[in-house]
T-cell receptor, first 116, second 114 residues
Framework: AQKITQTQPGMFVQEKEAVTLDCTYD???????LFWYKQPSSGEMIFLIY??????QNATEGRYSLNFQKARKSANLVISASQLGDSAMYFC?????????????FGTGTRLTIIP | DVKVTQSSRYLVKRTGEKVFLECVQD?????MFWYRQDPGLGLRLIYF???????EKGDIPEGYSVSREKKERFSLILESASTNQTSMYLC?????????????FGSGTRLTVV
């Protein structure tokens, strides 16, 4: 079974609109972390936001917020007021907190295109 | 700024060649990772290392090996390059210190095997 599922291979959104990128995960650990990364066409991976499984509040970083629904095992990224520079690949990832486990497991990504 | 530097941005190699991809980080991070990225498959972990001279297999280690002789350097080795190893290779590092163990990535090496 996929540990991280991103069901939207591609999305087109009008500039200035909000956009939600879906991510569901599968783990039996109680302690885990969820990450979102952005990859522009230049190729570098840019860390956007982190949510810990025990965090009671949804994480926010500027225009990025993470809609964390633990019971549903979903960790959707919300980008408010989208900009042309938001066009990129977006990856959801999970770190399970088994002892000594520092690995991140990534989803297949969503390609977001912002339309002027 | 934390920096993870990959020695080559683009690389073209012939089938059967031994290929070395180098990665250096300057933040004294304990953990280093090699991923490959393919369209529709996301990032898949090849090998990782938690300390000098330590290595662990990831999800797709076949056809690869690694070396970590110094803390700051993690090398990925393709023993005999094949065309199905044409891909984007991403190196990353992380530290165990801190609340969120996010990765810092290098800018990637796009390898083409012909």
């Amino acid at each position: 079974a996929q540990k991280i599922t991103q069901t939207q291979p591609g999305m087109f959104v009008q500039e200035k609109e909000a956009v939600t990128l879906d991510c569901t995960y599968d783990t039996s650990d109680q302690s885990y972390g969820l990450f979102w990364y952005k990859q522009p066409s230049s190729g570098e991976m840019i860390f956007l936001i982190y949510q810990g499984s025990y965090d009671e509040q949804n994480a926010t970083e500027g225009r990025y917020s993470l809609n964390f629904q633990k019971a549903r095992k979903s960790a959707n990224l919300v980008i408010s007021a989208s900009q042309l520079g938001d066009s990129a690949m977006y990856f959801c990832a999970m770190r399970e907190a088994s002892f000594g486990n520092e690995k991140l497991t990534f989803g297949t990504g969503t390609r977001l295109t912002i339309i002027p | 700024d934390v920096k993870v530097t990959q020695s080559s941005r683009y690389l073209v190699k012939r089938t059967g060649e031994k290929v070395f991809l180098e990665c250096v980080q300057d933040m004294d991070h304990e953990n280093m990772f090699w991923y490959r990225q393919d369209p529709g498959l996301g990032l898949r972990l090849i090998y990782f290392s938690y300390d000098v001279k330590m290595k662990e297999k990831g999800d797709i280690p076949e056809g690869y090996s690694v070396s970590r002789e110094k803390k700051e350097r993690f090398s990925l080795i393709l023993e005999s390059a094949s065309t199905n190893q044409t891909s984007m290779y991403l190196c990353a590092s992380s530290t165990r210190v801190g609340v969120d163990y996010g990765y810092t990535f290098g800018s990637g090496t796009r390898l083409t095997v012909v």
